[in-house]
């Protein structure tokens, strides 16, 4: 999935993390000088003029760092930091975070060194060189401008497919202009078909491919362009939701995740594309669990809870055995060619939900493996969100929001090869007894 433009360690092993939200844009260094178990080496001396230069050079840098205006938020495990503007987020472990701190209290980069280089046993100038490296990386990644030319922003296309649907008592309609985008978007929404006259929907949509990039109007409004069809897909549901809703929402964030729970509490399992949360967010279905997403996690400013995306999930081939024998009728489903192979659909109840974030669980399918799990900091939740794919809405309140429901929620590691064992592992969570009967208005036609 390509994260929408619109919305667009350890105490172990202490080495420096520098992410920011969204794929492609992860910047890790390790830090030589906070390696835990570094082996002791001989001492450095530095010739005085090599010393002056690079503490010139240190301080010159923190001048720059200090006139950033930026938010900072202490998470367990370490520091977020971000600011007006900012693409994603600076997450930094606790040595990282040290370094931060004695910066912006106007330490010198020797002072910051010297400390470094007597607590962890590295040569000073070792440490000098990876303070003033690591400062500098943060220095670039707070004041660059976004990136990347904006595209410019056409009327809606004339539509070749048109439809209206009905959701949450809402009626709209959704226009394509172009057989992909029918075949990406026309079978996920064939649950939600209404028999309502164009005249009577609330609202309507329109995804037109304009060559280098695919924008998505509601009427005449421009809402998004994005740079690939599925991320067009993801942009045009999340707004179908947001807008179906009494009153309409607007997201404080929106995960690449799959989501399942009760009607009141759901677990979220971010995840990467193809790293199976559709086909695990079905077979929890399955267990008896509500469905919320299978591929966005939609969550709200208001209550901060996340909303259902009962679209219709594609599941591919290597996964038909599995639901095949758990969930009936899906045999019998029709084939789709999508993402260069087959895929079959099938489609939750349509009914609009919303429940709180209980606990994260970023899941990993490995065939023969015991199950297994392991708790997790939240600046190692973040570390792995950000590895997901993440938007957040770019304000300090909005940012100091998502982090506290973070770290709120309860956050884990699951090692998994039998989805039995992870259902139950998340029923525990929820306090949700296994169910035995097929969960209602579930189809897979």
Wanted: charged letters at 20%.
């Amino acid at each position: 999935m390509q994260l929408p433009s619109r919305f667009s360690l350890s105490p172990r092993e202490p080495t420096l993390r520098l992410t920011r939200g969204g794929p492609g844009r992860d910047s890790r260094r390790a830090i030589s000088t906070v390696r835990s178990g570094a082996a002791p080496r001989a001492d450095l001396k530095l010739g005085a003029s090599r010393r002056q230069q690079l503490t010139r050079t240190g301080l010159a840098r923190i001048s720059q760092m200090e006139s950033l205006d930026t938010w900072e938020f202490p998470v367990s495990g370490g520091l977020v930091v971000s600011k007006a503007g900012l693409r994603g987020l600076c997450i930094l472990n606790s040595t990282a975070a040290e370094i931060w701190e004695y910066g912006r209290g106007n330490e010198s980069p020797s002072s910051i060194a010297a400390f470094l280089s007597e607590r962890y046993d590295v040569p000073f100038e070792r440490a000098l060189t990876d303070v003033l490296n690591c400062r500098e990386q943060w220095r670039l990644m707070l004041t660059a401008e976004r990136a990347g030319r904006m595209p410019v922003r056409l009327p809606p296309s004339p539509s070749s497919f048109h439809q209206t649907y009905s959701y949450n008592g809402c009626g709209f309609s959704v226009g394509l202009s172009t057989p992909e985008l029918v075949a990406e978007i026309e079978p996920r929404l064939r649950s939600l078909l209404s028999n309502r006259e164009p005249s009577a929907v609330e609202f309507s949509m329109i995804v037109s491919d304009c060559g280098e990039w695919v924008h998505i109007h509601s009427g005449q409004e421009f809402i998004s362009a994005e740079a690939s069809v599925p991320a067009a897909r993801a942009v045009l549901l999340q707004e179908i939701v947001r807008r179906a809703a009494k009153p309409p929402r607007e997201w404080l964030a929106v995960i690449h995740a799959a989501a399942c729970g009760n009607e009141t509490e759901c677990v979220v399992f971010p995840g990467a594309s193809h790293s199976g949360k559709t086909t695990l967010a079905a077979m929890l279905m399955r267990a008896g669990l509500t469905f919320y997403s299978d591929d966005s996690v939609a969550i709200d400013k208001d209550g901060l809870r996340v909303h259902s995306m009962p679209f219709g999930l594609a599941i591919r081939e290597g996964s038909w055995g599995l639901l095949e024998s758990n969930i009936e009728g899906f045999d019998r489903a029709p084939v789709f060619d999508r993402y260069g192979g087959p895929v079959r659909f099938f489609y939750p109840p349509a009914k609009a939900r919303a429940a709180r974030v209980a606990a994260f669980v970023f899941p990993s399918y490995r065939p023969d493996s015991e199950f297994s799990i392991e708790r997790l900091t939240t600046f190692d939740a973040l570390i792995k969100l950000k590895e997901s794919g993440f938007w957040l809405e770019n304000t300090r309140t909005g940012t100091c929001a998502f982090i506290d429901m973070v770290e709120t929620a309860e956050c884990y590691a699951m090692l998994y090869s039998d989805t039995r064992d992870a259902a139950a592992f998340v029923r525990g969570l929820l306090n949700v007894s296994g169910l035995t009967e097929f969960p209602a208005g579930m189809t897979a036609c």
